[in-house]
């Protein structure tokens, strides 16, 4: 019946199964019997999985038909799916992501697909007319252990036809006959194409034949040429015209002398022809001989162009990816919602500073409320003014930009660069909140400050984590002191990368923790740079870092946890970002380094223009022993420059000194044991050397000393086998003690004589005797990213 239950189908089609069986064991046993003795057939790999798969199929559908079987089944299929739910190999759709669902619907359509064929094709074959039909109250033969006897159960196919046997035969027939058609049209086809070929061949025959005028072969009119009575001489007269024009080619050839016209020409002798009667030229025929063989590879009198190394496409993508990833040419967004995922990764999003069809920066367009009226002469005066501006914060994000990639790419194995920056405060959050909640003052705020930190070979992201919101100079110290421990042993040159707000970063309270703080957290270290970025492009690694954090806190929230404190966000970065190292600061310890830098208010200085200041670099050495290494002087520069850091004088604008070291008494210096010398004056005259001069005494270089300082221009003259050169110069440095100075060498840029640039990799120290005068100071001119010294009257140089 058509509403039979499920059990009951399922069992009709099991017994209708075993008697198959039974039928198939019944015939194999008795081709396999003693009287029969053809030898066993193997069985192939195929028949053995289908096998067991029936055995599966049977064993399977006893369990299911035995009720406590088929429970302790039950039981544990379901312990199993609460393992893989554990495990996390299933879930639930509320559990699940959008593709993730998705997927998961699509196996569903499919397996209810595949079940409701399966039940169709059940439902077909029970109402299906059979006959000898086993009765229900059999049951199977092979369901019983002790089974020995065998019975053969026989269904004449003559007596039932099925609707799938006829259907086959039907099949077969009409393949039959549409296979017979295909094969007569083929050979039809085959024929046709034969007539074809035959009569184009013929075509081809008589269009040959029928052309007149047919010229003769070089080779054809020679031989005629020979036939006949007279043509001895003409024969000659064309031998000798081939020689001389032979010579005279050869002569032409060797009259050219670049190899292009070679190439040309050797072009311009070669042909169908002479490759047709090739082995009629003699090899002494160079020039001939050679456009033989240039025609195998060459058709035209192009001449041919180098090919290029094919390079592989993976560089060239690799070249674009790291053109748009370089920060002159886009900026990386800072907020936790600006990114994009590609191949299942968040790659924060970034923003094009150029527009690369117009090659001119991209302009937000914006419509201003206030109007202003005015002449045009003060709107042209304005924007000079405005044009000077613009042209240095141009010219500082470009130079900050590339000194810190130089120095990136070349940090030693004593260097350290610290990428540091505050993040926007984190708002603790819950998944659930009632409305005076989410409205009211209750939300706590972490300070998040991010840092990356830049080893030759390995990069680490620190976040630490703070309840105190403070940006304060003394936040930022406490901040730093776990980083500072992280940093491995032999660190010497320390290099700061932050933003330059005056509030935190970059005052005078600042100034003076670097002077004292660094020697204390980082033992051994020699010198140090702080960088600031220009304002508006502060941009960085941090940011990403600091959205990643936040963004990361806010999907465990919408997931349904709850964020409320420092250890509970935390936990959610270190469980979802490895590779993040988060870190928790202490408000009380913000609060004690915050009073002793109000205790040492008074030993810190202000620096006046300080705003123009891109740099701080500092020295740490003291020249007593015993005595704290601490920075004494601190050089501000108006751009980062990392070619020498510890005398390093380009771009300086000012310096810092603070009176660190304690004052010496006597008594730590002389001890009660010293004594006055009793030495002679005899004994001390012999024992010094004759050509000694006594630093006491003033000579030429000490009067010559006193007339340059620091940033004066010079003309130098150097003395080359009996050559005078003269060169103008700027001095960098004075040196007392040896009477000489270091000097940046100018190099001349017109045919007048009054236009320098400076070498700034040309640095030498030069002594007073070599000075051939002091010069007056140029006139500074702006070109672009370059800058030119111009004199107002004509420099005698004679450069080599």
Known sequence: SLHCSKRLRSAILVSISASFLVRARVRAVTAHSPLMASKRKKLSREEILQKKREAERLRYQRKKNDPQMREE???????????????????????MTSREHRAALKKWREHCAAYRAKQKDATVALNTPRANMLSSDQGSPCSSAGCNTSVSIDFPSNQIPTVTAINSHRRRQVKKRREKVNKEKDEKIEALKKKVDKYRKRITRLQNRSKKNKADTPNTKMQKMLNEPGGRKEVVKKALFSD???????????????????????????????????????????????????????????????????????????????????????????????????????????????????????????????????????????????????????????????????????????DVLIHIDFSENYYTKYAEEIQAFHFGGSRAQLSLHTVVVYLKGTIHSYCTISDNIAHSPAAIWVHLGPIFQSLPSGIKHVHFLSDGPVTQYRNKTMFFTMATKLPQDIPGIEQFTWNYTESGHGKGAPDGVGATCKRTADFVVNAGGDINNIEQFVQCIQERCPNITCITIDSQDI??????????????????????????????????????????????????????????????????????????????????????????????????????????????????????????????????????????????????????????????????????????????????????????????????????????????????
């Not at 701080?616 to 980062?640: E, H």
Request: charged share 30%.
């Open 244 to 414: 001389v024009l032979n010579e005279q080619l050869k002569e032409n050839y060797s009259n050219l002398k670049c190899i292009k016209d070679k190439q040309i020409f050797t072009k311009v002798l070669s042909g169908v022809r002479l490759q047709k009667f090739r082995r009629c030229i003699p090899r002494d025929c160079g020039v001939l001989y050679r456009g033989v063989q240039s025609t195998k590879r060459y058709n035209t009198l192009t001449v041919p162009v180098i090919r290029r190394i094919r390079i592989p496409i993976r560089y060239y993508k690799q070249a674009v990816r790291s053109f748009f990833e370089d920060d002159s040419n886009s900026r990386i967004g800072a907020g936790k919602k600006e990114y994009v995922t590609k191949q299942n990764m968040w790659v924060q999003e970034r923003q094009e500073i150029i527009d690369l069809k117009t090659k001119k920066p991209k302009i937000v367009t914006k419509h201003l409320k206030m109007v202003y009226n005015g002449h045009p002469r003060q709107i042209i005066s304005q924007l000079h003014t405005d044009l000077e501006k613009f042209f240095v914060h141009q010219r500082n994000i470009i130079h900050q930009y590339s000194a810190i990639n130089h120095l990136k790419q070349n940090l030693q194995d004593d």
């Open 591 to 800: 609060q004690e380094m915050s009073k002793k830098l109000q205790q040492e208010a008074f030993k810190q200085k202000g620096f006046k223009g300080t705003l123009n200041v891109h740099q701080v670099t500092g020295v740490f050495s003291s020249s007593i022993s015993d005595l704290p290494a601490n920075c004494i002087t601190l050089t501000m520069r108006s751009l980062s420059c990392f070619c020498n850091t510890g005398i390093c004088e380009h771009f300086k604008i000012g310096n810092i000194t603070y009176d660190l070291n304690p004052r010496l008494r006597v008594e730590d210096v002389f001890s009660e044991s010293d004594s006055d010398s009793n030495i002679n004056l005899s004994e001390y005259k012999s024992n010094m050397p004759v050509n000694v001069v006594s630093d006491e005494v003033a000579g030429t270089s000490c009067r010559q000393h006193s007339c340059y300082s620091t940033g004066d221009y010079v003309l130098v003259r150097f003395l080359v086998k009996h050559v005078e050169y003269r060169y103008a110069a700027v001095v960098n440095k004075v040196d007392e003690e040896e009477n000489d100075l270091r000097v940046t060498f100018l190099k001349v840029c017109d045919d007048k004589v009054q236009t320098f640039k400076i070498d700034e990799s040309d640095i030498s120290d030069v002594s007073f005797d070599h000075v051939v005068q002091k010069l007056e100071s140029p006139d500074l001119i702006l070109k672009g990213n370059r800058i030119f010294y111009k004199f107002e009257s004509l420099v005698n140089v004679y450069e080599r």
């Open 73 to 95: 089944m039950r039981i544990k299929e379901k312990l199993k799916y609460e393992r893989k739910k554990e495990k996390g190999l299933r879930k639930l759709a509320k559990d």
